[in-house]
Nanobody
Framework: QVQVVESGGGLVQAGGSLRLSCTAS????????MGWFRQAPGKEREGVSL???????YYAESVKGRFTISRDNAKNTVYLQMNSLKPEDTAMYYC????????????????????WGQGTQVTVSS
């Protein structure tokens, strides 16, 4: 059974940093595309960053240059380092793992293409 569990959210002032972690079980993160998505109140869930099984990384325009996705294969964990946080980054952040090995579908596949975590809240105060 596949599980992805996020941690590391919290409250931070604008300009600050947070690092989110996503630990997977039931799959190995370097065989799957892993991603971070977020959903703010009243808005649709949006893609933030992806890392493919070969290590290619992708970012939404709104976070380029501020967020960095990385992976520790030994810990089976994916990270999202978030710097220069803005109030508009406030959202529930979800980790997701593609359901199919060695597939890359981009930010907008159907929700059922992914295994989803429960989310971790990030709040950025102004």
């Amino acid at each position: 059974q596949v599980q992805v569990v996020e941690s590391g959210g919290g409250l931070v002032q604008a300009g600050g940093s947070l690092r989110l972690s996503c630990t997977a079980s039931g799959l190995t993160v370097d065989d799957y595309t892993m991603g971070w998505f977020r959903q703010a109140p009243g808005k649709e869930r949006e893609g933030v960053s992806l890392i493919s099984w070969i290590g290619n990384t992708y970012y939404a325009e709104s976070v380029k240059g501020r967020f960095t996705i990385s992976r520790d294969n030994a810990k089976n964990t994916v990270y999202l380092q978030m710097n220069s946080l803005k109030p508009e980054d406030t959202a529930m952040y979800y980790c997701a793992a593609d359901r199919v090995r060695f597939r890359f579908s981009g930010f907008k596949p159907p929700d059922d293409n992914w295994y989803w975590g429960q989310g971790t809240q990030v709040t950025v105060s102004s």
